[in-house]
């Protein structure tokens, strides 16, 4: 792919002021989101400054707001990075580090004046697609890259966040866009194979079953988190879970095997009331880490994107950044068993979801009040999941709101891609419709969100169900 020559040379001034403050050892202080992106941002950053020999702090956090701003100034670090949010608040930055320089890697739509300590590095200035073309830790691995042209191992950790940013929108849900230049560079530094097969996690090396039930995109209902049911779902379509003495893995069936397995969990995603095209999300392009070990989660893109995901959602997003910064051992085993957490609360939600008629449908959006049923962190993820499984009858999107523990209303907003929704622009409508019941909001078009005030939820899916109304007719 032909390098973006403007975009990449928009990194100058970033790197020109990391330097300044890391040739002196002076502290770092970096902030990110709290998804598997945001974690593989921090990550990069994180392995950036540990290399340098500078002093660095990472912190992970659901939003960025004046509190959190205010305590960063207090600990008076040399330089502040964001990454994976910032954008979309330029001049709260300006205005509660003024003092400070501040360095913005994001992907987020940029709103309001920029600041003059503030250097923003953002593809969405120079004609790029943010949502789908390249993600935070795509930009924090150029970032890295235009440092020190070595930082190229972390390439793999760019893929990563890109993956957890749903951005396998190309063809066999490859990465598209300036992922695919990053990619040939995990390519030629012998980090990186891709094959198309069944995207269940470790399919080289997990027994079948356990490789199904690890998976939570697609989430198939029934059996993702369950390697009980996965066990006999295999027994029941005549798939040998060994073969000799060995379990077999998913690259051990042939061809006729596969077709047999691909089917059968056809049929039942369908009988699970599953769109019959969300099934083709089964098959798609695999990435493979080669220089991670085999049997880790840290060998298949998609699996290395769900366990840092679940480290930030569950709370313990340090054993995610240490994950991306080399632990393994114990920071490993504790963050697996955080993902089993993960999915079986995801499992959970869906059911609750599922049993209970939750999601309402107005004029032209669906909402989903969860309140206190479901956890502010995982409420987008549950969307996402039921976009994902076309158990929506129409292509609205899907906003749901879940009561945060500050007190605030987290609303999480998506889309599913497709044609008749190209025109929406989710993130303007959450910024416009929060900031019209005193809340904050802002994003992507085809995923946003936004903190409203307590009792304020009706009037503000009043306002977005309008909005997207507004914008579809438009389009
Ligand atoms: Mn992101």
Known sequence: MEPPKEFLSS?????????IHSDQGAVIRILTHNDADGVASGGILSNVCKRVGTPFKTTVEKRLDEQILKGVAEEKPSLVVLTDFGSGYLELVGKALPDLDVIVLDHHMPMGNQPTRVVQVNPLLHGIDG???????GVCYLFAKQLDPRNVDLSPLALVG?????????????????????????????????????????????????????????FIPGLSGREDSCVAFLDHVGIPLKTGDRMQSLSDLDEEEKRKLFSALSSHMVAEGCDAKTVHNLIGTVYTFKKEEATTPMRDGREYSSLLNACARMRRPSLGIGICLGDRGEAMKDSEQTVDEYRRKIGGYLDWV???????????????SAGTDIDENIVGVVSSILLGQGILKSTKPIVSAANSDDGTVKISSRIAEGTAYMGIHLGKIMQEAAGAVKGAGGGHDNAAGAFIPPGAEDEFMRRVDELVAKQWSGS
């Open 11 to 19: 990194f100058k001034p970033a790197a020109d002021l990391f330097k």
């Open 354 to 368: 599922r049993t209970g008629d939750r999601i309402k449908e107005l004029n032209a959006i669906y909402v989903l």
């Open 162 to 218: 890109a993956l957890g940013d749903q951005q396998d929108k190309g063809e066999k849900k490859s990465l598209k866009g300036i992922n695919i230049l990053i990619e040939e560079e995990a390519t030629a530094a012998g980090l990186l194979s891709k094959d198309v097969d069944l995207i269940f996690y470790g399919h080289e090396t997990r027994p079948i079953a356990r490789a199904i039930a690890n998976t939570t995109t697609p």
């Open 131 to 137: 949502s789908r073309d390249i993600a935070a830790s």
